[in-house]
């Protein structure tokens, strides 16, 4: 495959002269040497000539064609998930895309599910990064794919944010340096990758309308960086733009995002897309738009028309389609079309489990309580509702993957000859819409009407005709259709149904004031013991509570139900007093209690289409973790979630293992961390806050915003830069932050100048390969068992640059033997010290003195030392 060396902007000043060339010998009737009078197949030819040759011989419809993407198309005998068809008279062949940064959602049950993106961005690995993309890029190929819609670069803003597991956390540098080379692993494989979403996408709520209001210093530091980085340092062949709008402009349509950042600034070349749905108006080609998936509204006949009635010009389509092809070619999806020859998947399930156990991250370890000593241990007690379940989260993200690898059985294969006790604790976390409010009722605290737990369910048509009568595990009812149906198999209601009735008889463990609410979309009515408790009418996002002292023992329980539509959902939650316990988690102590040790499996529920309501784990799972570490100190808590979650039983468990959602061989990951085959290594790529209300985004007017404007009235002052600065709450674990089964010392740390010249921006507005310093310095295993170590820089910038606080700017995973030593070399180029001016629209690297700190964390500097910028 042809891939030229020479960088975009340079690229396509030398193309256009010699298409120019090429085009005028041809059209005066010089003769080209190619097979079938059909120049632009001979690969002799750059990328750029055959494009313009191609161009010049398709007709408008057929150029029309290729700025379109089919969603869900079945070709033949195969699904894909975009499809663009290719021309057959010309020889183009189809361009077919799919999602996603994990895995393959569309076309193939054969498929990796890779560790959510967030737990690549806690493996703090640049070769980890490579192997992550390298693995997908390979399987796309060999399903037939030629585009993967990954990495997505959007940098956290809110843990709340329903996709925040799709990230690699919250600092923009990080997030760069990873996608670049999961960019570069994926591209090896001769298919296109897809950065998204171009930009400020950082919210799922009102994600199509919603105006983005930000000041240009923050959108260019936080939220651009990332796909500078991609473009530049990684060569990425696509950019995916958002949905919403940014300082009242649609990002697809926004002229300064489209063309005068991207295209002038950046040099990119490559293609352009909308998310599903996201193209506005037609004139966005004018402006760097390439392609539209799913809603034909812009382009298509509607173009044609435009072309021939001479409001559109036809050399601006030209340019656009142009654009496509040399991207095809150089990037090999044209020469050499994907094919299905099916993928390796037992290796790319070994890496798999690599990267998740490189990512996991050991919070906290108390009394030595992990690692587990598999020749003592007799007696495990493994409960939670996810231990018997994938590792994942939801939307199109997230492939079911292949086989069924659980933590459950992967510790009682790791310990054959130990009793492992299993209880679930809590019932299955169903959906976004459950999460809000109280949790739901336990099944453990419901009897139906055949004593098994839960509800008596009679499900009825319009006409009152009765559809079903069953016994439902709580009282509730979600889409079947959804995401998070799809992987996390929802209790749904039937088809057809208009009405629906619970009852159960409800035992209270204690007497005291019990909490209840309701969230229902469409209208439902609670009743204890005859009497309306609760009457509420489409109450899902801000549900309707009542509370009420309930005697000790058996209570009737009656929900009436009517949907709104045939995908409501409905959650009756409660707020036990604390010491009570329903049978679900009174099997769990009990477990616990006869056990050597416990491990506590929790999750949150994170999906495209919902931000979470809350960072309190659902379904009761805090009061699960609290009975059970009462019982027996020597319980880890196990935290399958994409992103910062509350902890308020974080100072008494014995060890906490953040392990993500670990995909295909998340469970065997987990049970070789927690018998030490493998020591942790992974850093929190996100912060977690001791209180939800510590959140730098927590007013509803900055997430999800205020009719249907989110205001960036932050700034800088999001994530580690909030918690780390002066007079804010500190986080309860911090950005950068893990811990190992071994120690680790810093030492020697140098810079081979104290003092530089500050330069002056590029053509691209930043200062990248500007030189600035080298630092190196030894870090050491001072342990007894191997492990790695992610040595972290953090600049410290002069008062005057109004940086919230020292932010990352290098970092190496080092991997030591016991008593092992290296020296670690880390550049940084005047990128590192530089901030972006908004009202000079470029980069800048302010003078005065800047502090180098290396350490172990965001928080926790071993070394630093001091250096001098002059102008």
């Known amino acids: 495959m042809f891939r030229s060396l020479l960088r975009p902007r340079l690229r396509r000043t030398l193309a256009a002269a010699a298409a120019t060339a090429v085009g005028a010998a041809l059209l005066t009737g010089t003769p080209a040497a190619a097979e079938d009078d059909r120049p632009w197949l001979d690969t002799s030819l750059s990328p750029e000539i055959r ?167 923050t959108l260019h530091e936080l939220y651009l960086a990332p796909f500078q980085n991609v473009v530049q340092d990684g060569d990425i062949g696509m950019i995916m733009c958002a949905y919403n709008k940014i300082n009242t402009v649609y990002a697809c349509d926004n002229e300064y995002l489209m063309q005068d950042v991207l295209r002038d600034r950046w040099g990119f070349d490559g293609i352009v897309r909308t998310d599903a749905g996201a193209a506005h108006q037609m004139e966005s080609l004018l402006i760097g738009l390439d392609q539209e998936f799913r809603s034909v509204s812009q382009f298509g006949q509607k173009l044609i028309d435009a072309v021939r009635a001479g409001t559109i010009a036809e050399s601006a389509v030209d340019d656009t389609v142009r654009r496509i092809f040399r991207t095809m070619i150089e990037y090999g999806i044209f020469d050499n079309p994907p094919q299905r020859t099916g993928a390796d998947l037992p290796t790319s399930a070994q890496k798999a489990q690599q990267l998740a156990e490189s990512s996991a991250v050991l919070l906290r370890n108390e009394r030595k309580t992990l690692p587990f000593d598999a020749a003592t241990t007799d007696r495990i007690a493994v409960i939670g509702t996810n231990v018997d379940d994938t590792l994942t989260g939801g939307g199109p993200s997230n492939p079911a993957p292949q086989g069924k690898d659980t933590i459950l059985q992967a510790v009682k294969d790791r310990v054959p000859g130990a009793t492992v006790d299993y209880q679930p604790g809590v019932d299955p976390v169903y959906s976004i819409a459950m999460l809000s409010g109280y949790p739901q009722i336990p099944s453990g605290a419901l009897a139906a009407a055949d004593g098994a737990r839960g509800a008596t369910a009679t499900y009825t048509r319009a006409d009152g005709s009765q559809i079903a009568t069953r016994t439902d595990a709580c009282l509730c009812s979600a889409p079947a259709s959804s995401f998070l149906g799809t992987i996390l198999g929802q209790q749904a209601m039937p088809s057809g149904t208009a009405g629906a009735v619970w009852t159960s008889r ?39 509570a009542a509370s009420l002292h309930l005697r000790k023992g058996a209570h009737d329980i009656k929900v009436e139900f009517t949907p709104s539509s045939a995908s409501a959902q409905l959650k009756v939650g409660w707020k036990a007093p604390a010491g009570a316990q329903d049978a679900n988690i009174a099997a769990a102590v009990e477990a616990a209690r ?67 959602y670990g995909g295909t ?207």
Request: net charge neutral.
């Open 665 to 871: 061989r998340g469970g065997a990951a987990i049970a070789r961390l927690l018998f030490g085959d493998v020591n942790p290594s992974g850093r929190l790529p996100v912060s977690f806050p001791k209180k939800e209300s510590h959140l730098p985004t927590y007013t509803v007017e900055q997430f999800p915003g205020v009719n249907l404007v989110a205001t960036y009235s932050e700034g800088l002052s999001t994530g580690y830069r909030y918690y780390n600065a002066p007079k804010t709450p500190d986080a309860l674990y911090p950005f950068g932050y893990g811990l190992s089964y071994t120690k680790f010392n810093y030492a020697n740390l140098k810079i081979d100048r104290t003092a530089f010249q500050a330069g002056t921006a590029g053509a691209d507005g930043t200062l990248r390969g500007q030189y600035g310093l080298t630092a190196t310095f030894k870090v050491k295993n001072t342990g007894k068992v191997a492990g790695s170590v992610v040595p972290q820089i953090y600049v410290e910038y002069p008062k005057a640059a109004g940086e919230p606080a020292p932010l990352l700017k290098g970092f190496e995973k080092v991997e030591l033997a016991p008593g092992e030593s290296k020296t670690v070399t880390i550049p940084l180029d005047q990128r590192a010290f530089s901030v972006y001016d908004g009202q000079a629209d470029t980069w800048t690297v302010p003078t005065g003195n800047y502090k180098l700190h290396v350490g172990d964390s965001s928080t926790d500097y071993r070394l630093s030392t001091t250096v001098k910028v002059t102008r």
């Open 51 to 217: 494009a313009y040759l191609l161009v010049n011989q398709m007709t408008l419809e057929e150029k029309s064609g290729v700025l379109y993407g089919y969603g869900t198309r079945v070709v033949g005998d195969q699904t894909w998930q975009v499809y663009v068809k290719g021309i057959e008279r010309l020889g183009v062949p189809d361009m077919v895309q799919g999602d996603s940064p994990v895995g393959i959602y569309q076309g193939t049950n054969a498929a990796t599910q890779m560790p959510a993106s967030v737990a690549l961005g806690a493996t703090f690995s640049r070769t980890d990064a490579y192997t992550y993309g390298d693995v997908l890029g390979a399987e796309f190929r060999a399903t037939g794919y030629g585009v993967l819609h990954g990495p997505n670069v959007d940098v956290q803003r809110d843990p709340r944010h329903g996709r925040a597991f799709e990230t690699y956390g919250e600092d923009p540098y990080l997030t760069g340096a990873l996608a670049t080379e999961y960019v570069k692993g994926a591209q090896s494989n001769d298919i296109i990758a897809d950065a998204k979403h171009y930009a400020v996408n950082t919210q799922e709520t009102n994600r199509q309308t919603v105006d983005v209001n930000i000041d240009k210093r």
């Open 506 to 544: 409800l035992t209270a463990d204690k007497a005291g004031t019990y909490g209840f609410d309701v969230a229902a979309a469409g209208t439902a009515k609670l009743y204890l013991d005859g009497k309306l408790v609760i009457d509420a009418t489409n109450t899902t996002a801000a549900p309707k």
């Open 594 to 660: 006869k056990a050597d040790v416990a491990v506590v499996s929790v999750r949150d529920v994170e999906s495209e289409g919902s931000d979470r309501p809350s960072l309190t784990l659902p379904n009761d799972q805090d009061r699960l973790i609290a009975a059970v570490t009462a019982a027996n100190p020597r319980t880890v808590v196990v935290v399958n979630t994409g992103a910062a979650i509350t902890m308020p039983w974080n100072g008494d468990v014995g060890a906490i293992l953040q392990a993500w």
